[in-house]
């Protein structure tokens, strides 16, 4: 009898634990309004490919030529399978120095087949205010995801280059205008804001914490206190996770991820031959040829232990989890990537 694979059970046992308050620092949930990542991104030309370059792309054409006249050589009969025109982008931390090193995320934008083996020329990567920040360049690799049965599916149109990337101008963050600061929380939850103010008022009552427009928590700093100094104080308090229900689906890699607060209502789902049956109590199932029987108001735990006693596989999984969504019989939010 098939069984579900052993990583993908594990995934979804992992939040099974008993439900004890969990405690969580506040700089694992939120940020310093200001203090975020940028996002860059630049063109460039990947060369050195074994004939699975672009092939009508007069955009790499173009480029090629430029590239090559920058570097006083001309020349107008420029056309090569071993190029190919992509599209770099990066992440820029919030206190990138110069010199530092970032990852790059490279995509064709022309027809090439594959960018495996490629090197990256160097490339300017903009901001938002159109200003170069980093300087990519390098050779790709291929970034393969688990796909169902145990295969590897790397999609070869995009790569990565760890480290790829040099900063050339700081990023410098403005934060703690008139000796105040705002904590933003990354999934904005009303419980986990009153918690959060309860706890900055407990431990800074000079700073008056308060739930303030935008879905942000305003703090005024103490007085003989620098900002950096307050920063890194309130990014040590502990204050009770409250996390939503939530199961993540990623049906090209085939990964399920749920989380323990998960709960299912009375339902039936059938799919060719197999048949999951969530009730008050024992009904009988006659006739049928795989039945798994769950109580009301079930726990992920008897989901996953149901469904791998039946033999269901991944794809079966992720299909009765839509059918349960729309059901309204899954008490969580479905998320599908």
């Given at each position: 009898m098939k069984r579900i694979p052993a990583f993908i059970v594990c995934m979804m046992m992992l939040a099974l634990a008993a439900r004890a308050e969990v405690m969580v620092k506040l700089r694992d949930i939120s940020y310093v309004d200001g203090l975020k990542e940028n996002q860059l991104m630049g063109f460039g030309i990947v060369v050195g490919l074994p004939g699975t370059g672009d092939t009508?792309?007069?955009l790499t054409k173009t480029s090629l030529r430029n590239l090559l006249k920058n570097m006083g050589i001309e020349g107008d009969d420029i056309?090569?399978?071993?190029?190919?025109a992509v599209m770099v982008t990066a992440m820029l931390p919030a206190f990138a120095r110069v010199g530092d090193r970032v990852d790059i995320t490279v995509s064709s934008i022309g027809d090439a087949k594959s960018l495996e083996g490629g090197i990256l020329v160097q490339?300017?990567?903009r901001g938002a205010d159109d200003r170069v920040y980093v300087a990519?360049?390098?050779?790709?690799?291929?970034?393969?995801?688990?796909?169902?049965g145990g295969r590897t599916k790397t999609v070869k149109t995009v790569g990565s280059i760890?480290?790829?990337?040099?900063?050339?101008?700081?990023?410098?963050?403005?934060?703690?205008a008139d000796s105040a600061i705002q904590v933003v929380l990354e999934n904005w939850d009303f419980t986990m804001a009153s918690r959060i103010v309860k706890a900055l008022n407990d431990a800074f009552p000079e700073s008056k914490a308060a739930i303030a427009k935008g879905g942000k928590i305003k703090l005024v700093v103490p007085k003989e206190t620098s900002v950096d100094e307050f920063i890194a104080k309130i990014e040590a308090i502990e204050v009770p996770a409250s996390a939503r229900a939530r199961v993540v689906v990623d049906e090209r890699s085939g990964t399920i991820v749920m989380g323990g607060a998960v709960r299912i209502s009375e339902v039936v789902v059938s799919k060719e031959g197999m048949t999951v049956r969530i009730e008050k109590k024992d009904k009988g199932s006659a006739g049928t040829t795989s039945v798994a029987h769950i109580k009301d108001v079930a726990t992920v735990k008897d989901l996953v232990d149901a469904l791998g006693s039946i033999g269901a596989s991944t794809r079966d999984i992720i299909a009765i989890l839509k059918a349960m969504d729309e059901a309204k019989a899954l008490h969580a939010e479905l998320i599908i990537r």
């Open positions: 009508r792309s007069a056309g090569s399978k071993n190029t190919a490339s300017p990567l990519a360049q390098g050779t790709l690799s291929m970034d393969g995801a688990g796909a169902p760890s480290g790829g990337g040099i900063v050339e101008r700081e990023s410098l963050p403005e934060y703690g």
